[in-house]
């Protein structure tokens, strides 16, 4: 029973106006869902994907008028975006440094070209070139050309205290494999690789032990979880035994409409997600007309009218 990629991973904007328009303008992604939190419906959750809304492109928000994150260890540090070639990353280079904000430079990093950015909240992003490898779905209406867009996440890094502890449950639970270390870009750590599935860029951890770091404050600006691919609700539950099995505490089984989820945090701290890949965002919606309108799974639409009035205009 192997997971398969990152499904989604959720951070947090306290400005949803100017992060609708930043991932949708700047970035060219789509918003391919407008909903609620559906723990807490005074929030937006906002996903962006690629054109098809496929599993493992959503990167998705919650709109918390928190205070900005502060930076540390025990928190998910860097989401990173793939796209296809080191034109795409000059493209991007280009793209992001005329709109102004936080852009590095390319380089190597783990033998791949990547540019490190940040959105005006202080998201920590980075484009990592995929070289290509798989399919992707552009978003003919993006603002970006095709060939330059973004076509799913790549791997994510964490930063922990006890790197062995994080590791027992990656390999021993998750059945996750330890593929490789190499230098953080600032030479002062190892990042340790850690690949689920058939591996490759979106199919990756990156964990780096910090622990000098004052633990991370979740906020603004940061991450709130990060979400695994299971590619079917008999697997799905698979794992929900397993990990009760394996005496792992967990919220059990919760049915987002969406997808499937099963969320329980690694012994740093970090919240972890197992999401099945169906039934997906075309459940109630046209493909065409995804994220045109709020919408809301069947358990709460009776309370759309106030829902809508404790929601801001976008």
Request: hydrophobic residues 35%; negative net charge; charged residues 25%.
């Amino acid at each position: 029973m192997q997971l398969t990629g990152i499904h989604h991973l959720t951070a947090i904007s306290a400005k949803p106006r100017e992060n609708l328009a930043f991932y949708t303008g700047l970035l060219g992604m789509r918003l391919v869902k407008k909903t609620v939190n559906q723990d807490d419906v005074r929030a937006y959750h906002l996903f962006y994907a690629d054109g098809r809304a496929n599993p493992g492109t959503d990167l998705t928000f919650f709109d918390f008028p928190a205070a900005p994150e502060r930076r540390g260890s025990n928190s998910i540090s860097a989401t990173s975006l793939r796209v296809a070639g080191e034109q795409s990353l000059g493209f991007w280079r280009d793209r992001l440094k005329q709109a102004g904000g936080h852009t590095g430079d390319i380089s190597e990093v783990d033998g791949r070209l990547t540019l490190p950015f940040e959105d005006k909240e202080g998201q920590r992003l980075v484009l990592v070139d995929d070289g290509g490898a798989g399919s992707a779905s552009p978003w003919e209406k993006s603002a970006v050309p095709a060939e330059h867009q973004i076509r799913g996440l790549g791997p994510i890094m964490l930063s922990v205290r006890d790197l062995a502890r994080t590791e027992q449950v990656l390999t021993g639970v998750m059945n996750m494999r330890r593929e490789r270390d190499y230098a953080a870009p600032d030479a002062r750590a190892q990042v340790h690789v850690f690949a689920m599935g058939e591996g490759g860029p979106a199919a990756e951890l990156h964990l780096v032990e910090q622990r000098d770091l004052p633990e991370a404050r979740q906020g603004a600006g940061g991450v709130h979880h990060v979400a695994f691919r299971t590619p079917n609700e008999e697997q799905y539950h698979t794992w929900a035994r397993r990990l009760n099995e394996l005496g792992v505490r967990n919220s059990g089984e919760i049915d987002r409409f969406y997808f499937r989820s099963l969320y329980f945090r690694e012994p740093n701290g970090i919240l972890f997600e197992i999401a099945s890949d169906g039934p997906g965002f075309g459940v109630d919606e046209a493909m065409d007309r995804l994220g045109e309108k709020l919408v809301l799974p069947p358990f709460l639409e009776g309370r759309r009218t106030e829902i809508e009035k404790g929601l801001k205009a976008l």
